[in-house]
């Protein structure tokens, strides 16, 4: 048996997300192969073993007598988690991490980092990728030098470049979409069709970071790619986005109020394959490594312009990630072996 620590929670305004993701995943492992840990971090960033019931976690509900505080040891080679139980300390073996955790202080390289020095290896991407992907000014910067579209846009670091603000949105024209730097969930992003929307936007963005991103709006629709692998790369099937209105927020992303999303997309195999590069590129541009989400848009005539990278991409049945690669022929257990397999060479 591979015992897998599955870690999810965290310090984040995506904390909710995160448990039904992780749901997703410790109800999809095959347990005649692997032994699944649960590891909950809670809001407040506690570490506990948990041993109740996966259905407690989907509903926060967290049973604290099945609740047992947790260290990682940084000592490299170990492979090991310490759980304080009684006043004692045991000793639990761990062959691989499986982060199931979306934003801040888990998607963004923080935890990636530490499951490094401690020598444990982890599913997913690495430290440097998962900080360049949660950074969106510059994941573009990058994957621009790669030769890749992607949308104007403008760094803004305080609140106080309200001007700057101002300019690029005049030059660019609008609607923009004003965004936090590092955040997902499209939480604090907001679609501005005036001058005078800037300032309470740019707010919105900077009670979720201490940076924002302006974008100029790209007329298209939005479509994704899963890829798995690291040398050899496996591509779900693209999926596409359609809107009624406004954008694909938060509310939109989980209930889908007037959203569609359509996997395989209706495109033709050209474009469809067109995607699929275009994701590889952005995906090997970013060292990306084990999967992820590639999002971009495509435009009315053709084109492709990078959107963003989701490295810890939504785990739940219904979540695009999973549903991509179920229209490729893999199931959610299949899919996740493929993870598991490429984390363990």
Known sequence: MIDIAVFFGGCSSEYGVSLQSACGVINALDKR???VLKIWITREGKWFLYQGDTDEIAADSRNEKLSFPVILPQNKGKKKILVLKDGKHEEIKIDLAFPVMHGKNG??????????????????????????????????????AEGIAVPKTV????????????????????????????AGSSFGISK????????????????????????????????GCAVVGSRRLIFGAVDMITLCGGFFDYNEKYTLGTAKITVPAPLDDETAEAVRQTAGRIYRALDCEGFARVDMFVKKDGGIVFNEVNTIPGFTPHSRFPKMMEAAGYSMTE????????ALK
């Open 335 to 342: 899919t996740l072996d493929l993870i598991i397999k490429e």
């Open 192 to 223: 501005v069709f005036s001058p005078e929307q800037l300032f309470s936007s740019l707010q919105s963005a900077f009670s979720f970071d201490s940076a924002a991103v302006i974008e100029e709006n790209i007329d298209g629709f939005e479509a």
């Open 155 to 182: 760094l803004i670091s305080s609140i106080e470049e309200t001007k700057k603000a101002e300019r690029f949105a005049a030059e660019t024209g609008f609607p923009v979409f004003v965004k936090p730097l590092r």
């Open 107 to 144: 998607e963004d390289g923080t935890l990636q980092g530490l499951l490094q020095l401690a020598g444990i290896p982890a599913a997913g991407c690495g430290t440097l990728s998962s900080a360049l992907c949660m950074d969106k000014y510059r994941a573009h910067k990058i994957a621009a």
């Open 33 to 35: 192969k692997y032994n």
